[in-house]
């Protein structure tokens, strides 16, 4: 794979590899146990993302001296709850003292070699398939700022704490070509690696990225903040059409997502089949965009 994607990938045999990712980051949320659920849903979602089935995790975890021993219980409870519901199992873990509360999962998976789905593949002609809405960081913002609507948030958990498996085995079976999964590099960053890997131009259509409720709100109010500013210098230059949008539109492009969902480039014709599955599943799916002949990334509609 390549040194990009989103996860490594080791082949033991002609049956099977090994899918090996980590990540962990500090409280998104205040309570212990969904923070501990989403941080484990996102670490696994690379597995996912690699076409793999979740086996085995190790905690990875700083804590500061003084927390109380229930909330420590309770992050790790909200973890091995997460991985259980993957079918994986937690077999320990390494954890050191820390002045700010981190945790998160090193994750082993498992998949067959030729069943490897990766950020490359990507063909001309394809459609582009989101499946869940975006918006966390900005929600989340809001929230450490206590502007958030209690709604909004609610709305924001229930989309980080659904795993991206089964999304991934509707992917597969609609004969994904490319699949990558969103997180802090935003919906733009990822979608400009799927096009460098895949030697193609990926075409995004802003108005039809699905949005978590409040989301477009806290962009339009300039809920700014350094993963959506640092995301901007990177990709500005790069994002051809971004300064084409609006103020509010150009900050969902850049926000960072935490546990966010798939992005799969697939057959066109396949492509409303898979949306319909998807939302059958309750997730709120739609095509954003499309795969053309030449290089980068571009904003269309």
Known sequence: MGLTDDAAVYQLDDETAVVQTVDFFPPVVDDAYTFGAISAANAMS???????????????????????????????????????????IIAGGHTVIDAEPKYGLSVMGLVHPKRVMSKAGARPGDALVLTKALGTGLILTAAKRDLVEAGHLEAAVASMLTLNRHASHLAREAGAHAVTDVTGFAITGHALEMADHSGVRIVLRPNDLPLLPGALQYAVDGVDFGGVNRNRDYLEPRVEGLLGVSEEMQRLL?????????????????????????RNDGLPAAVVGEVREGAGLALEG
């Open 254 to 278: 850049l926000d960072p997502q935490t546990s966010g969902g798939l992005l799969i480039a697939l057959e066109a014709s396949n492509a409303a089949p898979l949306v319909e599955a998807l």
């Open 46 to 88: 690379d597995v996912y993302a690699m076409g793999g089935e979740v086996v085995l995790c190790l905690n990875i975890a700083g804590f500061p001296e003084d927390l109380p021993p229930e909330t420590i219980t309770d992050i790790f409870r909200g973890g091995a709850d997460k991985v259980a519901e993957a079918g994986g």
